[in-house]
C-alpha cells in the first residue's frame, strides 16, 4: 500500500510546494480560506504590514527586500524549511527537559537542578556533549547503512511535518492528500529503524527491530481507520479545511469562517468520534514507540534496541526523531479531533476574522490561534508522558492483541458508525448543529 | 518462492553478564525461535569471591563481615544465620536485649530487601516511577542502620553473642516514626501503583509457573517457594531467637489473578511479608527489655569446643543455612554457607522449558525469583 502511497503522494507534494509560492498573499488578504496558503505567506504578511522597526539597521532596505517578488520564491522556502526544522529542534530540547521534570515530579525528585535555572539549559549541554562525542562506527557494521538510517529516521518524521498546521494559516504546504501522506510517510521510519538494526550487527539490535517493525507497520492500520472515519466526515484530507470544518461555520452566510463552540470540534461530533479518538491516542502512543508500547526500546530486556550501538549525533538523531513524532501524533490528534485551533470560545475565535477586522485584531487573532494549538499538542504530549510514567510495559504477543483484537474491531465499527451518524444526520453533530457542506 | 524453500534459524543469544535485569554478573545464554525461547542455560560463578576459604583463615568474629558481602542486601539476616551456628556451637547465652534488637534490625532489612525486590521488579517489567518510589522508603531505613551502626549495607551488626552497639531511645523513635509512615504506604502506592495495574498482573500472572512439588525438588526456599502456596517459614516451623513469641502470618501465594505459584504470587508475597514484618517490629518495639545488648565475653574472642553444628534463619530470600566445623581453635576448620539465591535460581531453566516463555517473559521470571548474585557465587 505504502509504495503505491509513495508516487502518489511524492507527486502530490511536488505539487503542493510549486504552487506555494502562488497567489496566497492575495488569498490571505482577500480573507478566503482555499487552501494553498503557506507558512510563508503569513510571514511575508506579518512582516510587510508591521514592517521592519526603524531602528533595525538596514530596515529600508530589507523592507525593500521583502517587498520584492523574488521574496516568496526562494526566501519563504528558506524560512518555511528553517520554522519547521527549528521548531522541531527548539521543540525537542524543550520536551525533553519537560519529560525530565515530569517524571521527577511524579517519582519524589527534583530531576535536572544545576544547569541553569531549574535545569532548563541541561538539554542544551546534553546536546552539545552528544555533539563533541566520538562517532563509533562497530567494525563489522555494515557502513553505509549504518550512517543513513538516522538521516532516513529523521527525515521521516521530519517530512510528515509538511502538510501539519501550525496554527491558522501556518502550514508549510496544505497538500490536498494531507492526511494521507502523514500515514504514508510514517512508512519511511520503519525503513530507517529496520536498516539501523540489521546494519548494527547486534542480535539485541536485531530485536528490537523486529518489535519496532511488528508494531509500526500492526497500528498504522488503527491510525489509518481513525484517519479514513474523519476524511468521511469532514469530506476532505487536507488538515487546513479539516480544522476549518471544526470552527462550526457560525454566520458562515458572507463566506468567513468565525470560528464555534467546543461541540464543533471533530470529537464530539458523534458519540463514535469520541471511541475512535481514544483509540486514536492509545494507537499513536505505539506509533511513537511509547510507554506502554515501548517494547522496542526496553531498557529491561534489550537495553536500549535498534539504537543501542549508536553514538554521539547519529545517537542524538533518533532521539530528536523520536521526540519530534511524538509532538507530531499529538498534533495531528488536534487537527482531527480537538478543533485544531479553534479555542472553542466563540468570540476568542472570532477576533481578527471577517473583512472588517482591524491590522491588530488580525495579529491578535493569528497569535491567540498559534497558542491555542500548541497548548492543545502540548497537553497531549504532556499526557503521553504522564502515561509512559505511571505503566508498566506490554509485552509482544499482548502489543499485537490489543492492535489486531481490540483497536482494529473497534475502530471498524466506528467507522462503519460514523458513516452511518453521517447518513442519517445529514451532517449534523449531536448538538444538531449543521456543518454547513456547499 | 515456495513454502519449503524459507528456512528459520534458531538464535543463540547471550543475556548478560552486563544486563540490566539479570539483577548482576549473571549470564543467560538462551535459544529463540524469534521471541519465543526454547532454551535456556544459566551461567554462574563472575562473582566469586571465596567466602568459604576466607573463612578458614580468620577467627570467629572477623568472619562475620564476609558474611555481610553474601547477600548485601539483606545482610542483617547473614549475619544472624552465621551468629545463631556459633552461639550453637560455642554454647553461647544471647541476653533478651538483643535478641528484640535483633528481631528489629532482621525484620527492617527485610522490608529494605522486599522494596529493592518491589522497585526492581517494576523495573523488569518497564514500570519505572514504582523503583523510586521504593528507594525513597528504602531510604528511610538505611538512615535508620546508619545511625545504629555506620553502615547502609554492610552492617556486620548483629554478631556472636548479641549485637555490635546498644539502640539508644532516639533510634527506637525512628523505628516507631518509620512503621507509622510505612503501613499505609503498602496499600495506598505500590499496591495501587503496581500490584493491581491490569498491565503488570497481564505481563506476571501465568508466567514462570512453578508447581509446589517442583519448587520443593529445587530446594528453592523463602517468599519464592511460598508463591507456590507453600506454609513454610523457618521463624514459625524452626523457631529461632523470639519468633516463638511473636505472632505473625505466613503468606502464601494464592493463584488469585492466575495459576498457583506464578510470578504474580511471587511477587504478592513479598508485598504481603512486608506488612508482616512491620507488625513484628512493632511487637518487639513493645516488648523490648532493659539490659545488655552483648554476651560480654563472646564480644571479645569465640573459642568453640571441637564439633560440627548447623544452623538456618529465614531471611528474604530464603534460608541461610551455616554448616560450621570447629576443631577446638578460634579459627573455624570449615564453614560452608547455604545460600537461598543459589538454590532459587537453579531452577530457571527448568522454568524456562515447562511453559512458552519469551525474552521478556525471563526477564519477569529472573525478577520474581528475586536473586543476588553476591549470594548466588559467594
Not at chain 1, 72 to 80: D, F, H
Not at chain 1, 381 to 390: E, G, H, I, L, Y
Not at chain 2, 114 to 142: K, N
Not at chain 2, 186 to 199: A, K, P, Q, R
Amino acid at each position: 500500500m505504502n509504495l503505491f502511497a509513495f508516487t502518489t503522494i511524492f507527486a502530490q507534494a511536488g505539487k503542493g510546494l510549486g504552487e506555494f509560492a502562488g497567489d496566497y498573499s492575495s488569498k490571505w488578504d482577500a480573507g478566503t480560506y482555499d487552501g494553498g496558503l503557506v507558512f510563508a505567506g503569513i510571514i511575508k504578511w506579518l512582516v510587510t504590514t508591521w514592517g521592519v522597526p526603524e531602528w533595525v539597521p538596514l530596515s529600508s532596505i530589507l523592507n525593500g527586500v521583502l517587498e520584492a517578488s523574488v521574496f516568496p520564491e526562494i526566501g519563504a522556502l528558506l524560512i518555511t524549511i528553517g520554522l519547521v526544522f527549528g521548531f522541531v529542534n527548539i521543540f525537542a530540547i524543550g520536551a525533553v527537559w519537560s519529560e525530565r521534570k515530569v517524571s521527577a515530579h511524579m517519582q519524589c525528585r527534583l530531576g535536572p537542578m544545576e544547569v541553569g535555572p531549574h535545569g532548563i539549559l541541561q538539554t542544551v549541554a546534553d546536546g552539545l556533549k552528544l555533539l563533541a562525542k566520538e562517532d563509533i562506527i562497530p567494525r563489522l557494521a555494515d557502513k553505509p547503512l549504518f550512517a543513513l538510517a538516522p538521516a532516513i529516521v529523521f527525515a521521516g518524521v521530519l517530512m510528515r511535518f509538511v502538510p501539519l498546521p501550525f496554527g491558522d494559516q501556518l502550514i508549510a504546504s496544505d497538500l490536498d492528500l494531507g492526511l494521507f501522506f502523514i500515514a504514508a510517510v510514517g512508512a519511511v521510519e520503519v525503513l530507517g529503524v529496520i536498516m539501523a538494526g540489521w546494519s548494527s550487527n547486534n542480535k539485541w539490535s536485531l530485536f528490537g527491530t523486529i518489535r519496532t517493525a511488528t508494531q509500526m507497520v500492526s497500528y498504522e492500520i488503527p491510525i489509518g481507520l481513525a484517519f479514513i472515519t474523519v476524511i468521511i466526515c469532514s469530506g476532505s484530507f487536507s488538515l487546513m479545511e479539516i480544522v476549518n470544518q471544526q470552527g462550526g461555520s457560525l454566520n458562515a452566510s458572507d463566506g468567513y469562517v468565525y470560528g464555534g463552540w467546543i461541540w464543533h470540534w471533530n470529537l464530539f461530533r458523534n458519540p463514535f468520534m469520541l471511541v475512535l479518538s481514544i483509540t486514536y491516542f492509545i494507537a499513536s502512543l505505539a506509533e511513537c514507540k511509547r510507554s506502554p508500547f515501548d517494547l522496542p526500546e526496553a531498557e529491561s530486556e534489550l537495553v536500549s534496541g535498534f539504537h543501542t550501538e549508536y553514538t554521539g549525533m547519529r545517537f542524538a538523531l533518533f532521539f530528536l526523531a523520536e521526540y519530534a513524532a511524538m509532538y507530531l501524533v499529538a498534533a495531528v490528534a488536534v487537527v482531527i479531533f480537538l478543533g485544531g485551533w479553534w479555542s472553542g470560545i466563540y468570540p476568542l475565535d472570532a477576533l481578527g476574522l471577517g473583512p472588517e477586522a482591524t491590522t491588530l485584531a488580525k495579529t491578535l487573532g493569528l497569535l491567540i490561534k498559534i497558542g491555542v494549538f500548541l497548548s492543545k499538542a502540548f497537553a497531549l504530549v504532556f499526557v503521553q508522558m504522564w502515561v509512559r510514567w505511571t505503566l508498566p510495559r506490554i509485552r509482544l504477543d499482548q502489543m499485537m492483541y490489543v492492535c489486531w483484537k481490540v483497536l482494529l474491531p473497534i475502530s471498524l465499527v466506528c467507522l462503519i458508525g460514523s458513516c452511518l451518524w453521517e447518513l442519517a444526520s445529514g451532517g449534523a453533530s449531536v448538538f444538531g448543529f449543521g456543518i454547513v457542506v456547499e | 518462492m515456495t513454502e519449503a524453500k524459507i528456512r528459520t534459524e534458531e538464535m543463540l543469544l547471550n543475556m548478560g553478564p552486563q544486563h540490566p535485569s539479570t539483577h548482576g554478573v549473571f549470564r543467560v545464554v538462551v535459544r529463540t525461535d524469534g521471541e519465543l525461547i526454547l532454551e535456556s542455560e544459566s551461567h554462574i560463578g563472575y562473582l566469586h569471591r571465596c567466602f568459604e576459604k576466607c573463612a578458614e583463615g580468620n577467627n570467629y568474629l572477623q568472619v562475620v563481615p564476609y558474611t555481610d558481602r553474601m547477600d548485601y542486601l539483606c545482610a542483617m539476616m547473614n549475619n544472624w544465620g552465621y551468629a545463631v551456628a556459633v552461639e550453637k556451637l560455642a554454647g553461647i547465652e544471647v541476653p533478651e536485649r538483643a535478641e528484640y534488637i535483633r528481631v528489629m534490625v532482621a525484620e527492617l532489612n527485610r522490608v529494605a530487601s522486599h522494596l529493592l525486590a518491589f522497585g526492581t521488579y517494576g523495573l523488569d517489567i518497564g514500570a519505572i516511577t514504582p523503583f523510586l518510589y521504593a528507594f525513597r522508603d528504602r531510604e528511610r531505613i538505611l538512615k535508620i542502620f546508619e545511625k545504629l551502626c555506620g553502615q547502609r549495607l554492610n552492617y556486620s551488626y548483629v554478631r556472636v553473642g548479641g549485637v555490635t552497639f546498644d539502640m539508644t531511645e532516639e533510634i527506637l523513635a525512628d523505628i516507631e516514626a518509620f512503621c507509622d509512615y510505612f503501613d499505609p504506604k503498602i496499600i495506598d502506592e505500590y499496591d495501587n501503583l503496581l500490584s493491581y495495574n491490569g498491565i503488570f498482573i497481564s505481563r506476571t500472572a501465568n508466567v514462570g509457573v512453578m508447581p509446589a512439588d517442583l519448587a520443593i525438588s529445587y530446594g528453592v526456599t523463602g517468599p519464592s517457594l511460598r508463591g507456590s502456596g507453600v506454609q513454610r517459614d523457618l521463624r514459625r516451623d524452626a523457631p529461632y531467637g523470639i519468633y516463638d513469641r511473636l505472632e505473625f502470618d505466613v503468606p502464601v501465594g494464592t493463584g488469585e489473578m492466575g495459576q498457583l505459584g506464578d510470578c504474580w504470587d511471587r511477587y504478592m508475597v513479598r508485598m504481603r511479608e512486608m506488612r508482616q514484618s512491620i507488625r513484628l517490629v512493632r511487637q518487639a518495639l513493645a516488648g523490648i527489655p532493659e539490659g545488655p545488648f552483648c554476651d560480654k565475653k563472646a564480644y571479645r574472642a569465640v573459642k568453640p569446643k571441637a564439633g560440627e553444628t548447623y544452623k538456618r534463619v529465614e531471611g528474604a530470600r530464603g534460608e541461610v543455612g551455616f554448616y560450621i566445623v570447629s576443631d577446638g581453635t578460634n579459627i573455624p576448620y570449615r564453614v560452608k554457607a547455604r545460600a537461598p539465591s543459589f538454590s532459587n535460581i537453579s531452577i530457571l531453566d527448568k522454568l524456562t522449558s515447562l511453559s512458552d516463555v519469551m525474552v521478556a517473559d525471563l526477564v519477569a521470571i529472573i525478577g520474581s525469583l528475586d536473586i543476588v548474585l553476591g549470594e548466588v557465587d559467594r
